[in-house]
């Protein structure tokens, strides 16, 4: 198929680019079209409809063109962009950060559903996000929690300078701190609630990921080391020693690793109950949570 050039209007350039993401099995290929045309050309959904008998300019179509070449070699969209929505909060993204996917949106529904289960929706919070990365879970448990504070911890510092825009765009930076460590090692206690997404990918299968992931997502916010496994074995003894008692740890994991990260929360003095594994919508455990127990 052709590139695009001046002279088409929006609506034969969206379909000419889903067209072009279709033949190449891309799996949203309208989304994407449409999506690229919109970013490309800033025009929401209403302008996209709106304007779509206008003309593309020659700058317009050479960078409409750009962005679906990019698309074409495997650059997710979210990546063009720039930005991602989770848990409806728009997000900015970074060369440093994962991409915020579906799937983690289950440690935030595990999370509030202890917490509603608890009583403690509108208490004031003590919270830890370890691995924060954009700030993704943190944000979206803040944006639930009104009385709740939380800490970020992220070994990148660029990856904590995006987090800490997030929070402040979205007006939540004054419930908001970021640390640079790795994991918990440089908080201290008491917390209410631990999440993380920690890295889970065993080293071995990094190279069978998707393009989108494999070549675009920050390697070292993939790869778990042999088994997949390391990261859990350094933050759940952390989250151990600085929740409170009562207090939960929620971490997604990886495909089969559920029954692995239990036991290494049992290991840890930590106490696993009926609602502490949820899974996605594909049906895979995909957040697994325990209590420190009362005294």
């Not at 924060?132 to 943190?138: E, F, N, P, R, V």
Request: net charge negative; proline share 5%.
């Amino acid at each position: 198929m052709t590139g695009l050039v001046a002279g088409v209007t929006i609506d034969a350039a969206r379909r000419t680019l889903a067209a072009r993401f279709s033949a190449a099995g891309l799996d949203s290929p309208d989304l994407d079209g449409r999506l690229l045309v919109g970013h490309a050309l800033q025009l929401d959904l209403t302008g996209l409809v709106t304007q779509g008998s206008r003309l593309l300019s020659p700058a317009e179509a050479q960078h409409l063109e750009t962005l679906a070449s990019r698309r074409l070699a495997g650059e997710p969209v979210a990546r063009i962009l720039g930005a991602r929505e989770f848990w409806g909060l728009p997000l900015q993204l970074s060369a440093d950060t994962l991409v915020p996917r579906p799937d983690t949106e289950t440690v935030v529904e595990l999370a509030l559903e202890h917490l509603s289960a608890a009583g403690d929706l509108k208490r004031r919070l003590r919270i830890a996000d370890l691995g924060t990365g954009s700030g993704a879970i943190l944000l979206a448990l803040l944006s639930e929690l009104p009385q709740a504070h939380g800490i970020g911890t992220d070994i990148s510092i660029a990856a904590l300078r995006t987090a800490r825009d997030n929070a402040r765009a979205l007006g939540l930076g004054a419930r908001a701190g970021f640390v640079a460590c790795s994991y918990a090692s440089a908080l201290a206690a008491p917390f209410d609630l631990i999440v993380s997404n920690p890295p889970y990918i065993p080293s071995s299968e990094i190279g069978d990921l998707a393009i989108d992931v494999r070549d675009h997502d920050p390697l070292r916010a993939l790869d778990g080391g042999r088994d997949g496994l390391d990261a859990y074995r350094a933050l759940i003894p952390q989250a151990a020693n600085l929740l409170q008692p009562g207090g939960a740890v929620i971490v997604e994991v990886g495909l089969g690793q559920s029954g692995d990260v239990v036991t290494l929360m049992t290991e840890a003095g930590l106490v696993t109950e009926s609602w502490a594994i949820r899974a996605d919508l594909a049906g895979i455990p995909r957040a697994v949570g325990a209590l420190k127990k009362l005294r």
